[in-house]
């Protein structure tokens, strides 16, 4: 278990001016934090050591901030290696400010939150005190580790409601509303789909039936069935691939509105809009296809007698 100023997604942090001398200065998310907090949240150790309490010089005491450990963000930000970050003096949080080790990056804001620089100290006793208790639950013990928590939480403070939540559960949340707007935005685009496939294989087939007698007259003048074929292929191509070129900017530019709320998404492949013109471009080839080989199969006598 490990104390903080505030959880992940729920941060008590401050901002404070971080500068190497020589360097512009750097803001930097500051969280106050027990020692363990790193290793309970799996934040792995790029460069140096942990902050320890073992170590005099690894507790601070505000408004002076002694050891500190700084995420690869903040790092690169400096314009440092992980490695050549450890050991630097800091200026802004007092004149003994040192990096001792360099955390990897975890985003501890949300998910449409970039990564932004952090410095993390500990500070038992002064300022942003250490409010929260994060603990980590073996699975298939939480409903035995709950109730000892309460218990102990009645104990030494029966007159005061605890207030807990679940990691698992807070970052669910943040895709609760995307799933549900996944889940109606899929049921909607299915029907336009449905009804696009109708209407397509509508346009498909009429027109291919009203070249009936252009069939029977080629047939007649000696075109082969594969010439017909193709011949009515590209013809109801051309209107879908003008549709498709339509339909690509609009789809682009919502597309692009709503991935642009997430700091970490998926680029637009122009291979996604190529794949949905030919899902379409074959729907229509399929029916013409086979209607036009119909066609051109029986006897160009009753094609010409087609009205």
């Known amino acids: 278990m ?15 001016q971080l500068q190497v001398p020589g360097q512009p200065a750097l803001e930097a998310e500051a969280i106050n934090m027990t020692p363990g907090f790193p290793s309970l949240y799996g934040m792995r150790l790029l460069a140096g050591r942990l902050l320890s309490e073992d170590r005099a010089e690894d507790t601070s005491k505000l408004p002076v901030v002694n050891d500190v ?59 942003f005190k250490l409010t929260d208790l994060s603990v980590r639950i073996r699975a298939g013990q939480a409903t035995n580790a709950l109730s000892f928590i309460d218990r102990t939480w009645r104990r030494f403070q029966p007159g005061a409601a605890i207030q807990r939540h ?27 789909i449905f009804i696009a496939c109708l209407g397509l294989f509508g346009l498909a087939t009429f027109t291919a039936e009203r070249r009936t007698k252009e069939i029977g007259v080629r047939k007649v003048v000696g075109a082969r069935t594969g010439e017909l074929v193709r011949l009515m292929l590209w013809r109801i191509s051309i209107p ?27 680029p637009l492949n122009p291979l996604y809009f190529l794949a949905t013109s030919a899902g379409a471009l074959l729907i229509a080839w399929a029916t013409v296809y086979a209607i ?10 009753h094609a010409l007698r087609y009205e």
């Open 166 to 192: 679940s990691l698992s559960q807070t970052f669910d949340d943040f895709f609760r509303s995307a799933d549900r707007e996944g889940i109606l935005l899929g049921f909607f685009v299915a029907i336009a």
């Open 240 to 266: 879908v691939l003008a549709a498709n070129l339509i339909a690509w900017p609009v789809a682009y530019y919502y597309l692009h509105r709503w991935l642009a709320g997430y700091a970490y998404r998926i």
């Open 2 to 16: 490990a104390y903080s100023g505030g959880s992940p997604f729920a941060l008590h942090g401050f901002f404070a």
């Open 69 to 127: 450990l700084i995420n690869a963000t903040a790092a690169r930000r400096l314009g440092l290696s992980p490695a050549q970050a450890v050991g630097v003096r800091l200026r802004g949080l007092g004149d003994h400010t040192t990096v001792v080790g360099v955390l990897s990056d975890a985003n501890l804001r949300g998910i449409q939150d970039a990564l932004e620089p952090m410095i993390f100290w500990f500070a038992p006793a002064d300022g």
């Open 292 to 301: 036009t080989l119909r066609l051109a199969s029986t006897n160009p006598i």
